[in-house]
C-alpha cells in the first residue's frame, strides 16, 4: 500500500506492484531518474459507509467501484512518456470490470503530466513500504 485518501464520495486505497515499490525506495522520482518498465500503480476506490459495529463514528468500505490503472511499458506507450492509464468501473450485480466510457483516452496522460511535479513532491514526503499480511 502506497497511500490512501477519502473524498465527499469514495475512500481510495492506492497500491503498487514490487517494481513500483523498490523504485520508490531507490529514490525515483526525486532522483530525476525514470521509473522503470513494469512499474505499476493503482487506486482503488469504494463508496463507504458508516460503520454499524465500531464503538465510533467511522467510514467503511461499502460498494466497490472503480480501478484506476497506471503502467510503465515505454514500448506499448511511446506517445504519453511510456505511460498506459485506464479507468475500470466495477459492476456488482455481473461482478466485472468495464472500460470507463466516460474517461476520456488522454486524461490520464494530461492530468499526470500537469501535476508531476505535485505528485513528485508527495511521493518524497512518503515511506512507501509493501504491506504485510
Not at 531507490?26 to 464503538?55: C, H, R, Y
Not at 467511522?58 to 511499458?73: C, G, N, R, T, Y
Not at 511535479?117 to 499480511?133: G, L, N
Amino acid at each position: 500500500m502506497v497511500s490512501s485518501a477519502r473524498t465527499s464520495e469514495v475512500l481510495k486505497v492506492i497500491v503498487a506492484n514490487p517494481t513500483m515499490i523498490n523504485a520508490y525506495k531507490s529514490g525515483i522520482p526525486g532522483n530525476g531518474q525514470p521509473f522503470p518498465d513494469g512499474s505499476m500503480i493503482v487506486k482503488l476506490q469504494w463508496k463507504f459507509k458508516k460503520s454499524t459495529e465500531a464503538p465510533f463514528d467511522v467510514d467503511v468500505p461499502d460498494v466497490f467501484s472503480q480501478a484506476f490503472v497506471i503502467e510503465k511499458d515505454s514500448k506499448r506507450f511511446p506517445k504519453s512518456a511510456g505511460w498506459g492509464y485506464a479507468v475500470f468501473n466495477y459492476e456488482a450485480a455481473s461482478d466485472r470490470f468495464s472500460a470507463d466510457a466516460k474517461s476520456p483516452s488522454d486524461c490520464g496522460h494530461t492530468c499526470h503530466s500537469a501535476s508531476r511535479q505535485k505528485i513528485t513532491s508527495f511521493t518524497r514526503t512518503r515511506s512507501v513500504e509493501p504491506a504485510t499480511s
